[in-house]
């Protein structure tokens, strides 16, 4: 038989209070297309981030080229002097 301290323990019930706040508050994807959207705009973003980074690189480019162009122009024009 069961003495007077084993039955008054009480077991929590397991209504989702055992997961972390964290946990809860992860939103599942729900129907409707709702990720494929997500996705689609953030491979949107990087498309859009990299074509700004592509032209950036070319103006950096095309100074480089400019500068190299001068320079040995003025190192032609020191070796004739």
């Known amino acids: 038989m069961l003495s007077k301290a084993t039955k008054s323990i009480s077991?929590?019930?397991r209504n989702g209070s055992m997961l972390s706040?964290?946990?809860k508050s992860i939103s599942?994807?729900?129907r409707g297309g709702t990720m494929r959207r997500e996705t689609q705009k953030?491979?949107?973003?990087?498309?859009d981030a990299a074509d700004r980074a592509d032209k950036a690189g070319?103006?950096?480019s095309s100074v480089a080229?400019?500068?190299?162009?001068?320079?040995?122009t003025a190192r032609d024009a020191a070796k004739k002097a």
């Open 21 to 23: 706040k964290a946990a």
């Open 11 to 13: 077991v929590p019930k």
């Open 65 to 72: 080229s400019s500068v190299r162009q001068v320079s040995e």
């Open 42 to 47: 953030i491979a949107s973003k990087v498309t």
């Open 28 to 30: 599942v994807p729900g």
């Open 58 to 60: 070319q103006r950096v």
